[in-house]
């Protein structure tokens, strides 16, 4: 251990002089020895790490003794595309002398053995995926903790890094039910599971094609948990089983059905807010890479829950390709503008374009995290927060990578030339493309916004017209109010009647025509408000 130490202090003092100059950060110091080892993108080779922090809002000083952890781990370069960037993204596991991994809490995060460190390097604003991990979490999902930290490795200076928890099942992670080998039947082997969208075809394939694939694509899963080396074939065959139900449910004509349709196999909620995290933030890679999906056993709800949210380093206009850096237009709609991209969106996103329920949930939930977690607000003042913690060791990253006002693939134009031009350009980004969905969602369902230059109280629609066993009244309405319906023949006598009593905005309610004959009949209508109108109908 003695030894391990002098050779870190050695690493770290030695950077005192550096063209850096770090002497000391507000941010954690974490400093890596791999004792002339390569870090290799798999497998993970052994190393020391250690980490000076001294407690929130203290100095940390390059010549203090590693107190937050000192020890072996192993590590290996991360990422697939990033990979090509010299500044490196890696995954760390914390060992033990014996190799093994330890459990351990760092930075106040609940104990794990496996963790990364981002490298923000093509991102610029270094805060894209904190930015995307906290909107999940504070929705009420887990999504990674991000850490801000300066890392040093083999006395070179690497600049900012982002300390960031692995996807991984756990109490302090994805909260879902540990599954053994031997859960092979019953309510054991229904979960817990992790599984993904993604470019690695170590799961299985998608029965079913995406719409827009123009090279026979198809949709790709992976193992996460249990990882492939590790689940059995009961294991394997279960999942595949249930995510296939859930596919050919959706794509069948039932699919809206709220007993028997999708509904029964995945959780909406979870669909909707996972969807307004990628939508906000137009992520080109969402829905159809590093994406993540988890089930529970049946006992404890069972349903697929979407997320967690990963990989966004290339959301938030820093795509240059495929409208990523446009404010308009959804992004589920991804190979609708590149049907020539290989890695395709699954047919899920498109289906739910058709589900009205899905449309008007997701109108009320943007409706209400608009005033909440996503406000304005809430946005500027968490990238104010990066901008503050992050000022001291800008100077120092950006003066090891001098990346800021040069292209970096795939940054789009204009290319801001300073850090402030970055921050300013994200935020004219985000009012501009919050403002554009807010305007896009059909304006239906209970979260309805009644038009404000509408005199009238109320806005009668029916249909279809013809009708045949039976139609639907829409009725919106400016205010809670009693309205009167009736339908008579050409007779004029009435043939059926009722009193509704409306809420503000929008009101549906079916009535039944299979006993009438064919004919004309009219519809009138009488609102509290006084408003009254008469409209012609034909039975077939």
Not at 115 to 134: I, S
Not at 273 to 293: K, M, T
Not at 325 to 348: L, M, S, V
Not at 439 to 460: F, L, M, T
Request: glycine share 8%; with cysteine.
């Amino acid at each position: 251990m003695k030894r391990l130490l002098l050779s870190l202090f050695i690493l770290a003092g030695s950077l005192v002089s550096g063209a850096q100059n770090l002497t000391s950060s507000n941010l954690p110091i974490i400093v890596i020895n791999t004792n002339g080892q390569e870090i290799l993108n798999d497998p993970k080779i052994t190393a020391d790490m250690g980490i000076v922090f001294n407690g929130e809002g203290a100095r940390n000083n390059v010549t203090d003794p590693f107190n937050h952890y000192s020890g072996k781990i192993g590590i290996e370069i991360r990422g697939q595309s990033s990979q090509m960037f010299p500044m490196k993204s890696y995954s760390i596991e914390l060992w033990d002398n014996a190799g093994a991994s330890q459990d351990k809490s760092l930075f106040g995060l609940p104990k794990e053995s496996d963790w990364v460190l981002y490298a923000p390097y093509t991102d610029k604003t270094l805060m894209r995926n904190f930015l995307a991990y906290t909107f999940s979490r504070e929705m009420g999902h887990w999504a990674s903790n991000c850490r801000y930290v300066e890392v040093v490795v083999n006395g070179d200076y690497k600049g900012i890094y982002v300390f960031m928890e692995k996807i991984k099942r756990g109490s302090g992670r994805v909260p879902i039910t540990k599954i053994a080998t031997s859960d092979i039947s019953g309510d054991a082997v229904t979960g817990g599971y992790i599984f993904s969208i993604d470019k690695e075809a170590d799961g299985w394939y998608s029965a079913i094609y995406p719409p827009y694939g123009s090279s026979g694509q198809n949709i790709r899963f992976s193992y996460i948990y249990p990882k492939l080396s590790s689940i059995v074939t009961a294991q394997q065959d279960y999942l595949k089983k249930y995510v296939d139900s859930f596919e050919t449910v959706l794509k069948s004509d039932l699919f809206q059905d709220k007993q028997s349709g999708w509904r029964k196999y995945a959780d909406e909620a979870s669909f909707i807010d996972y969807s307004i995290v990628n939508e906000i933030s137009r992520n080109v890679d969402g829905y159809r890479l590093s994406s993540y999906f988890n089930k529970d056993r049946q006992s404890k709800g069972g349903r697929i829950i979407a997320g967690p949210a990963w990989d966004y380093d290339l959301a938030f206009r820093n795509a240059n390709y495929c409208r990523g850096a446009e404010t308009t237009g959804w992004a589920y709609q991804f190979n609708r503008d590149c049907p020539q991209d290989f890695f395709q969106i699954p047919f899920w996103w498109y289906q739910f374009e058709k589900d009205s329920a899905y449309q008007s949930g997701f109108r009320c939930r943007w409706k209400q995290v608009r005033e909440g977690s996503l406000s304005d607000t809430r946005i500027f003042k968490l990238i104010d927060s990066v901008v503050s913690l992050t000022a001291e060791a800008r100077s120092r990253h950006f003066q090891r990578w001098p990346v800021l006002g040069e292209y970096i693939w795939p940054n789009p134009q204009p290319i801001p030339t300073s850090y402030t031009g970055e921050i300013t350009a994200l935020k004219e980004w985000l009012m501009a493309r919050t403002s554009w969905i807010s305007s896009a969602i059909p304006n239906a369902g209970p979260c309805y916004d009644y038009p404000a230059a509408e005199k009238a109280s109320i806005i009668p629609a029916f249909y279809p017209n013809p009708v045949t066993n039976h139609f639907t009244l829409d009725i919106k309405s400016k205010m809670a109010q009693s309205l009167s319906v009736q339908i008579t023949d050409a007779m004029g006598r009435s043939l059926w009647k009722q009193t509704y009593s409306l809420q503000y905005g929008e009101n549906y309610y079916t009535v039944q025509t299979d006993q009438w004959a064919p004919g004309i009949y009219l519809l009138s209508y009488k609102a509290t408000s006084g408003e009254k109108g008469t409209k012609k109908l034909l039975k077939q």
